[in-house]
């Protein structure tokens, strides 16, 4: 660990508190403003979308509406990108004349694109025509990404609203979202991301000669247009398949800064639009701070890890000193242009993100430096986490929070004005029993079928732990994965597939059986035996639920993996 590698994590998580503050307050006006459209520029767009769907934009739905408009129109998108992945070889812009996919890895990248996991089971460069990289899966770059957005919105509506029966318009807020907050965003990113050096073109790859004789080919593609909206999006993913450590994706040091902060922008700046939407700034801060204080702490795991480096170096004569580090940490997997530090740093922020995308290869980590970004996983991505999923996952533990809180003094619990009973309760846990449940079962499953066992990279706790974060990075939808894993069989394309649905939409549905119960609820005021929600006590009560309840439920698989690895690594094991 460096003094340098501080710095640029502190000055990275300033950077972003910083710039949470103004972008919450505009993504406020975005979903709170009543009157309609002023028929010039994106105003006329909007009008138009809203003819053409023939939607109402003054009329709004309960929750079971709003949700089966959501489930309806992921349902489409789903089949439309199938069928432009399974019709990839007659269709254009396909240069590289690249075939179809097979109907397993189809299956796969359409129910991963469509729940904003952007799980990758191929090269992208070497398997997807230009068509499917903009068509199908940039689409859903945007529409995935304003889907979660939307529903925490909803959830903060059923908060904020004093009393009454609807949510908002689900097709309304998809179409402000897009338009308003998404495009422009991505505009601008993609722009800064072209002059950084990311290409963004439909020409046929470059054929070139290496210095050594052998002959090269260097992709290209309208790169810089998907890489925009995939960070922003929390969609992880990329156009290639060594994603952000190819130069391509990432050239400098500036785009590598640009990228983290677009992973986490929207889903900080959330957390303000919930202050100020329930017109109490302090509240959203103090969600801030918790998922901050996440934050901070297993970036500071998984960079003292990755700075002690692997012992086994010392035995096998490379330092001969006793008890000596690696000198510079691990470096192996890691992108040497940046080191080890931003190294770190990013592998925390794509997996508190939701977001999956990589420029180090977390199967290269040590097992204490891969365990920090597994956790982050699988406390259900809420430091920070996924746009909008992270913002809904962190409101339902702090309800659990303020429940047991309440039981702790005898009063019934209120959290933002509104009480909390059991009908929120059983929702609440039902979604959270969602997340291992598509995760553990599978996984145990796996370790006892052949089929899987064979796609392993490594053996004993290593390889378990690669089959573990699979599992939790489908459920979680953060898309992220250990390198060592091969992913393309159709036991793993199917398996995770499945995942991915029970992560995304078995959550969401309690969650917005819970908005749907809060916004009838009147708001009552707080009285000198309601539990502050805005102080240290409170946050310091929201982390320890959020450790706890993940401890409790994956403790046993963590076990069993990271931290097995950790002991048989200091006797000098290797898998």
Partial sequence: MTLNGWIRILFFLALLTALTWPLGGYLRRVFERDRPPDGRGLGAL??????????????????????????????????????ILLLQDRLPWNPRHLPALSAHLAFNTAVSF?????????????TLSYLSQMVALTVQYFVSSATGIVLAVALVRGFARRSGTTLGNFWVDLTRCTLYVLLPLAAMLALLLVWQGV???????????????????????PVASQIAIKQLGSDGGGFFNANSAHPYENPTALSNLLEMLAMLLIPAALTNTLGRMVRNPLQGWALYSAMALLFLASA??????????????????????PGALQAGGNMEGKEARYGTADSVLWATVTTASSNGSVNAMHDSFTPLGGFAPMLNIMLGEVIFGGVGSGLYGMLLYALLAVFIGGLMVGRTPEYLGKKIEVREMKMTMLAFLCLPLGSLPMLALACVTPAALASLGNG????????????????GTNGSAFAGLNANVPYWDITLGIAMLIGRYAF??????????????KAGTASAGTLPTTGPLFIGLLIAIILIVSGLTYFPAL?????????????????
């Fill in 46 to 83: 909007e009008h138009a979308c809203y003819r053409l769907a023939g939607v109402d934009p003054r009329s709004e739905q309960k929750w079971t509406a709003y949700t089966l408009a959501m489930l309806t129109f992921n349902l489409v998108g789903f089949v439309a990108v199938y069928t």
């Fill in 114 to 126: 469509v729940t904003n996991t952007s799980w990758q089971s191929y090269g992208g460069e070497t």
């Fill in 199 to 221: 290409p963004q073109n439909l020409h046929d790859y470059v054929k070139a000669g290496t210095i050594e004789g052998a002959a090269q080919t260097i992709a290209q593609g």
């Fill in 300 to 321: 500071s795991l998984c960079y003292w890890a990755e700075s002690q480096g692997n012992p086994a170096f010392s035995a096998l004569g490379i330092d001969q000193t």
């Fill in 460 to 475: 004993g706790p290593h390889g378990f732990s690669e089959m573990l974060y699979a599992y939790d990075s489908a459920t």
């Fill in 508 to 521: 969401i549905v309690p969650m917005m059986a819970v908005a749907g119960s809060l916004v009838t609820k």
């Fill in 559 to 575: 076990a069993l993996g990271p931290v097995a690895e950790h002991f048989s690594m200091l006797t000098g094991s290797r898998y």
